[in-house]
């Protein structure tokens, strides 16, 4: 299975030379399977490049996209994103069924001819809707995906793909320690079991957490408690604070590993993984 991260930034895009390393593209991650089957999560910023990358390819089947939240940094990319426009390209948007009549409303209130000029309803590709049950996940071909409630100030969902013998769990925009969860912590524990790679959102510092607890993002140290907690092998930092620069985040990663004995990381745009 390979991942490869399109935009990995939180909140809002951050282009910059203070972010060109780690990426100022909002969240966008592309799946590939050994059979070859993709599976695209989330429509931020970064989907633009992955549409230029899909123009590229001579036949594309049906591309399924998971919609995690319809908080704006995970669907603004979508009217960049131009295989939309195409006839030949046929896409499925798939959503949990406790969010989807806001994501079905929403991208469409997004571009609706005056807050974007195009239209979603008028676009030349061929587009569907699939609802998610919490309970059942879905299938892709030979692949299975888990989902489960993340704890957010909006219904928001984490994705778990089977591949084989491999297992990639991906929850973003997801609050682990709060006060009053929709999800009990050891439910997240429980649903990253064993797996081979984890990317989980990581926002924010110790410190900042002092003024953003309830805001519905994670510390780099409750994720590596999780990680520990659930044996993962390998763990990605994912959605970085726009206000946090390259070298901030080498320093705190950098910090992080004395912490724990797990491989560690910090998800970068462009950054292929092999699981």
Same mark, same amino acid.
Request: one cysteine or more; proline letters at 4%; glycine letters at 10%.
């Given at each position: 299975?390979?991942?490869?991260?399109?935009?990995?930034?939180?909140?809002?895009?951050?282009?910059?030379?203070?972010?060109?390393?780690?990426?100022?593209?909002?969240?966008?991650?592309?799946?590939?399977?050994?059979?070859?089957?993709?599976?695209?999560?989330?429509?931020?910023?970064?989907?633009?490049?992955?549409?230029?990358?899909?123009?590229?390819?001579?036949?594309?089947?049906?591309?399924?996209?998971?919609?995690?939240?319809?908080?704006?940094?995970?669907?603004?990319?979508?009217?960049?994103?131009?295989?939309?426009?195409?006839?030949?390209?046929?896409?499925?948007?798939?959503?949990?069924?406790?969010?989807?009549?806001?994501?079905?409303?929403?991208?469409?209130?997004?571009?609706?001819?005056?807050?974007?000029?195009?239209?979603?309803?008028?676009?030349?590709?061929?587009?569907?809707?699939?609802?998610? #049950? /919490?309970?059942?996940?879905?299938? $892709? +071909?030979?692949? %299975?995906? !888990?989902?489960? @409630?993340?704890?957010?100030?909006?219904?928001?969902?984490?994705?778990?793909?089977?591949?084989?013998?491999?297992?990639?769990?991906?929850?973003?925009?997801?609050?682990?320690?709060?006060?009053?969860?929709?999800?009990?912590?050891?439910?997240?524990?429980?649903?990253?079991?064993?797996?081979?790679?984890?990317?989980?959102?990581?926002?924010?510092?110790?410190?900042?957490?002092?003024?953003?607890?309830?805001?519905?993002?994670?510390?780099?140290?409750?994720?590596?408690?999780?990680? #520990? /907690?659930?044996?993962?092998?390998? $763990? +990605?930092?994912? %959605?970085? !604070?726009?206000? @946090?620069?390259?070298?901030?985040?080498?320093?705190?990663?950098?910090?992080?590993?004395?912490?724990?004995?797990?491989?560690?990381?910090?998800?970068?745009?462009?950054?292929?993984?092999?699981?």
């Amino acid at each position: 299975m390979q991942i490869t991260h399109y935009g990995v930034r939180g909140s809002i895009p951050a282009p910059g030379h203070d972010t060109v390393d780690f990426g100022g593209n909002t969240t966008c991650v592309e799946v590939v399977t050994s059979k070859g089957q993709r599976l695209i999560i989330d429509c931020g910023t970064g989907i633009r490049k992955l549409g230029l990358n899909l123009l590229k390819e001579k036949e594309v089947p049906e591309i399924p996209i998971f919609v995690t939240h319809v908080h704006w940094d995970h669907i603004q990319g979508l009217p960049f994103f131009l295989p939309i426009y195409m006839s030949r390209f046929k896409i499925r948007f798939l959503g949990a069924k406790e969010s989807f009549g806001r994501l079905y409303s929403t991208l469409y209130d997004q571009m609706d001819g005056y807050v974007f000029p195009a239209k979603l309803q008028e676009v030349q590709s061929n587009i569907n809707y699939q609802v998610v #049950e /919490d309970d059942e996940g879905f299938n $892709l +071909g030979e692949m %299975h995906c !888990d989902i489960i @409630r993340n704890n957010h100030p909006v219904p928001t969902y984490g994705v778990k793909i089977h591949d084989g013998g491999k297992t990639f769990c991906f929850l973003t925009d997801n609050e682990l320690m709060i006060d009053k969860p929709q999800t009990e912590y050891k439910k997240f524990v429980d649903f990253c079991s064993g797996a081979d790679l984890l990317i989980h959102d990581a926002q924010y510092t110790e410190d900042d957490m002092k003024r953003t607890r309830g805001w519905g993002h994670s510390t780099f140290l409750e994720v590596i408690k999780l990680a #520990e /907690d659930a044996g993962v092998k390998s $763990l +990605g930092f994912h %959605h970085h !604070d726009p206000e @946090r620069s390259d070298r901030q985040l080498e320093q705190v990663i950098g910090e992080m590993k004395a912490n724990t004995k797990i491989h560690i990381f910090g998800a970068r745009e462009g950054e292929k993984l092999e699981v």
